[in-house]
């Protein structure tokens, strides 16, 4: 179903406001609950206690505002989008931005029972069916968010990771203000390409974590064809996965975590201890299967594998599930 933004209005000088409807099954609340325990959120993913808001100060067509999302009736989100003190409020074309955002982080427009038929194929899928289904994955807030955080905090101690993401983005990201209140973007990848690393590991980054950030972000400046996340967005997911490995500091479980997660696509599953430990026992192989058996063992499930993968994430963690 094509995701559009409607009843469009203006709520303030620097406010406009839209419903976005979803297809069947969508609970906003669930959504932003398994958000905000899933590993894709950053600081400036603001959700409150009882995960009916969520807040993220951000670019719409490379322009910053403030975009709250919210449940409304039915299976639809109210979004507002608040323009940036002394700007005019957001016309139509952003507001359909916003909604377009929406969608990619909590895949609105899904057909869920196109998934369910998918992942009843073996005794496997049936099973994560009939435990998690019609949960849909909560997604990180575009590409960039998963490669630099998969950099950042790749094996390091959560607190300390924050304390690295609040570095990058006081220190390079751009500020804004709204309603009065300065915030700090995180910084994209021409704000961190020009980044000193030696002032990245004088903030505490590792030698290879500051090399990393500051290349990433080179790398995707000086190839914006190859590296075009639109591009990316439209390509199977198996050849995005392979393109993204070719950037510095992004291996395998990054690339298919920004394929899956970031872009976001439908059909990939994220080939790791986690998730092979899981499967493993229901195709009579032990925890230590290999790529090619994870791969056709999963196979089946497409083109909805990265349903497959979260679904067996949430089994394996115990995380939201029916019994």
């Not at 979004?79 to 916003?98: F, H, L, S, W």
């Not at 090399?211 to 000086?222: E, Q």
Request: proline fraction near 5%; glycine fraction near 6%.
């Amino acid at each position: 179903m094509p995701i559009t933004a409607e009843a469009i209005t203006q709520v303030s000088d620097t406010a406009t406001q839209a419903t976005v409807a979803a297809s069947k099954y969508f609970d906003a609340q669930q959504s932003i609950e398994f958000l905000s325990d899933s590993g894709a959120v950053n600081q400036l993913d603001d959700i409150n206690e009882d995960f009916t808001r969520l807040r993220r100060a951000m670019r719409l067509r490379d322009v910053p505002y403030l975009v709250t999302v919210e449940p409304d009736e039915g299976a639809s989100l109210k979004i507002t989008v608040q323009a940036a003190d002394d700007q005019p409020a957001p016309g139509d074309d952003i507001m359909q931005a916003a909604a377009e955002w929406a969608n990619r982080r909590f895949f609105l427009d899904v057909d869920m029972d196109e998934v369910k038929k998918a992942l009843s194929a073996d005794d496997y899928g049936k099973m994560l069916v009939e435990r998690c289904w019609p949960a849909r994955p909560s997604n990180y807030g575009g590409p960039w968010d998963a490669l630099l955080k998969g950099v950042i905090h790749a094996q390091i101690y959560p607190g300390f990771a924050a304390k690295l993401d609040g570095y990058v983005r006081v220190t390079y990201g751009e500020r804004v203000t709204f309603d009065g209140e300065t915030i700090n973007l995180f910084p994209r990848p021409i704000e961190l390409a020009f980044a000193n690393e030696h002032d990245l590991r004088a903030a505490k980054f590792s030698r290879q974590k500051a090399d990393f950030a500051v290349n990433l972000s080179r790398m995707l400046l000086d190839d914006p064809v190859t590296y075009d996340f639109e591009t990316l967005r439209q390509m199977p997911g198996e050849d995005a996965v392979k393109t993204l490995k070719t950037l510095r500091g992004v291996g395998e479980w990054n690339s298919q975590n920004t394929a899956m997660r970031g872009l976001p696509h439908l059909d990939v599953f994220i080939d790791e201890k986690a998730t092979r430990k899981a499967i493993a026992p229901h195709y009579s192989r032990t925890d230590d299967m290999n790529k090619r058996e994870v791969a056709a063992a999963v196979e089946r499930f497409a083109p909805y594998r990265t349903f497959a993968c979260y679904y067996t994430y949430m089994h394996h963690f115990d995380m939201g599930g029916k019994d």
